[in-house]
């Protein structure tokens, strides 16, 4: 049914009103308690053989939702009703701010992919502090937090913009995130260099650390897919050495050509970051050098091209803990979450492996 009403309506519609409208009926079912309860029994079933330990909290199942659907906090139930187990908001930023102007996001239907110029459009860490702080949960699902640089801010100012949002964010945040992998925000990805990396890591830490005393709140780094090699062991040598929590890859990409795109070329050649299932083999190449590198060190998540377990098994295999997706949701449809669950809890039945946590990395390992 999902299909046809993509078909019918949404695909007919600009991106982000489809967005809007379909987060929006999200939201109001998950505010009435015997419906969402209902849908959360059909759309998110539990499987127990998918409990998951990461990060040091404990997790219904690996899989969840990868930043930027709900930027802002405002559907974090409505999401964990869908079936994902934890959801990371933002990006978040110092400051509020707009974004890119419109129109910044577009679809590629023929190759299951997205384009995004969005630009960090978010309401800014104060009001989504707020949110969070006020908050009271209706399902129990992990909340990461993914901040940004706010666009006016220069790139000499950055560690200052960050620290501010992690003062804010820390306290509400199971996880933090450090994003200096967005190509919507100039300058940005420059700061992946382990050079302007390592001060800021260890400033955004020491804030977190600061601002909640009594609890040490895992930080992470999201990396670009378009890395050269010998900078994604930059970055993974720079984790261990920071006793960094986790990495996240990928982001979106920069990248065209060697992907096979066959949609319109006029909109493949927009500016923005690609994402879905374009992505999905350089980011589990991306993966599969990590774990190489980090083992079980640190965790790895898995984002990029994740359209259905199979998928998702892949990225255990190569060495993700958790495994996240968004791309596909918008493609799928609100069962996405149940086929996910049903499928990794049937895949690990018929595997050799007794747990999850087993077969995390075992391909890799098995190369080493």
Do not use: C
């Amino acid at each position: 049914m999902y299909k046809i009403l993509f078909t019918l309506l949404f695909r007919r519609m600009d991106p982000e009103q489809a967005h809007h409208l379909a987060f929006g009926w999200i939201r109001r079912v998950a505010r009435v308690p015997v419906l969402r309860t209902f849908v959360a029994a059909v759309l998110a079933p539990r499987h127990g053989e998918l409990r998951t330990e990461a990060l040091g909290l404990r997790l219904h199942s690996p899989f969840g939702l990868a930043a930027g659907f709900d930027k802002n906090a405002v559907g974090i139930d409505g999401m964990a009703m869908l079936g994902f187990d934890h959801v990371e908001i933002g990006t978040v930023t110092g400051e509020p701010q707009p974004g890119n102007p419109r129109k910044r996001l577009f679809r590629l239907v023929a190759d299951r992919a997205l384009i995004n110029r969005m630009g960090f459009n978010n309401e800014g860490s104060l009001a989504v502090a707020a949110r969070l702080a006020s908050r009271t949960p209706v399902f129990r699902t992990v909340v990461g937090v993914n901040i940004g640089k706010t666009k006016v801010v220069p790139e000499d100012e950055a560690v200052a913009d960050y620290v501010k949002s992690a003062e804010r964010l820390a306290p509400y945040a199971d996880y933090l995130v450090v994003n200096v992998s967005s190509p919507n925000t100039p300058g940005l990805r420059d700061l992946q260099a382990v050079d302007h990396l390592r001060p800021l890591l260890a400033a955004v830490r020491e804030a977190a650390d600061r601002t909640v005393p009594a609890r040490r709140v895992p930080l992470l780094v999201k990396i670009a897919p378009d890395l050269a090699d010998e900078d994604v062991d930059a970055v993974a040598d720079l984790a261990v050495e920071l006793g960094l929590d986790g990495i996240i890859a990928t982001n979106t990409t920069i990248a065209r050509e060697g992907l096979g795109l066959t949609s319109d070329p006029a909109v493949v050649k927009e500016t923005g970051g690609l994402s879905g299932a374009p992505l999905k083999a350089r980011s589990l190449e991306v993966l599969r050098r990590l774990y190489a590198r980090v083992g079980d060190r640190i965790t790895l998540v898995g984002v990029g091209g994740i359209e259905n377990a199979e998928d998702a098994w892949q990225r255990i295999l190569a060495g993700a803990t958790l495994v996240q997706g968004y791309s596909a949701f918008i493609y799928e449809g609100p069962f996405w979450g149940r086929a996910m669950h049903k499928g990794l809890a049937a895949r690990l039945r018929t595997s050799p492996y007794a747990t999850l946590a087993d077969a995390v990395g075992a391909d890799v390992r098995k190369t080493v």
